[in-house]
């Protein structure tokens, strides 16, 4: 049983570099989610895909941030013209269907913009 | 909106000892109520869960919690801790009807001294 997994686990970057992470949900998990997680602070909802429709956007969510889950398999999270307050770890996660509400989270990704 | 307190931010304790992790919710919903546990570089991994039932909810690792709605509380307990217990520890909050999206407490570290 492998479990969600992200990569890269790090990236460094300059601030107007633009950064794309991957997730890869658990087979069978039809939804995805990713969060966003700064020192000190619980996740925070992004945003929600449901096979590879794209169903809700956190308003955390800027215009430079872009994600997609083109086959309904993995997903890639887009971060454009980035910034230093971008720097965070970002958490993909992904459940089964609407009778498993238990979301399973991948390692995460830490991005540092410097 | 659903929003969670985890009141202290850091809790030290000796092996051995009992030890309460508190959680205080508000929702103008009924909710879904979860613990996670985060160590070090890793993901967050469930620790248990109340959907409905019973208001004491049994976990992994020899945790527990107890639902208590008239206080809008989840605390986290543990009889006896271990040093492997020492992680971040993490209450999340869904609602009934939206549980598409957890929302994160900002997290207690549990320091355990032998």
């Known amino acids: 049983d492998t479990g969600v997994s992200q990569d890269p686990r790090h990236k460094i970057t300059k601030r107007g570099q633009n950064v794309t992470f991957r997730c890869d949900p658990i087979?069978?998990?039809?939804?995805l989610y990713w969060y966003r997680q700064t020192l000190g602070q619980g996740p925070e909802f992004l945003t929600y895909f449901q096979n590879e429709a794209q169903l809700e956007k956190s308003r955390l969510l800027s215009d430079r941030f872009s994600a997609e889950r083109p086959k309904g398999s993995f997903s890639t999270l887009e971060i454009q013209r980035t910034e230093q307050g971008d720097s965070a770890m970002y958490l993909c996660?992904?459940?089964?269907?609407?009778?498993?509400?238990?979301?399973?989270f991948g390692p995460g990704t830490r991005l540092t913009v410097t | 909106a659903q929003s969670v307190t985890q009141l202290d931010s850091q809790v030290p304790v000796f092996e051995e000892a009992p030890v309460e992790l508190r959680c205080n919710y508000s929702s103008s919903v009924s909710v879904y109520l979860f613990w996670y546990v985060q160590y070090p570089n890793q993901g967050l991994q469930l620790l248990l869960k109340y959907l409905s039932g019973s208001t004491l909810v049994k976990g992994i690792n020899g945790f527990e919690a107890e639902f208590n709605k008239s206080q809008t509380s989840f605390h986290l307990r543990k009889p006896s801790v271990h040093i492997s217990d020492t992680a971040e520890y993490f209450c999340?909050?869904?609602?009934?009807?939206?549980?598409?999206?957890?929302?994160f407490g900002s997290g207690t570290k549990l320091n355990v001294k032998p």
């Open positions: 999340a909050v869904s609602g009934l009807y939206n549980f598409n999206k957890f929302y």
């Open positions: 087979s069978e998990h039809n939804r």
């Open positions: 996660a992904s459940s089964l269907g609407t009778d498993n509400y238990e979301q399973y």
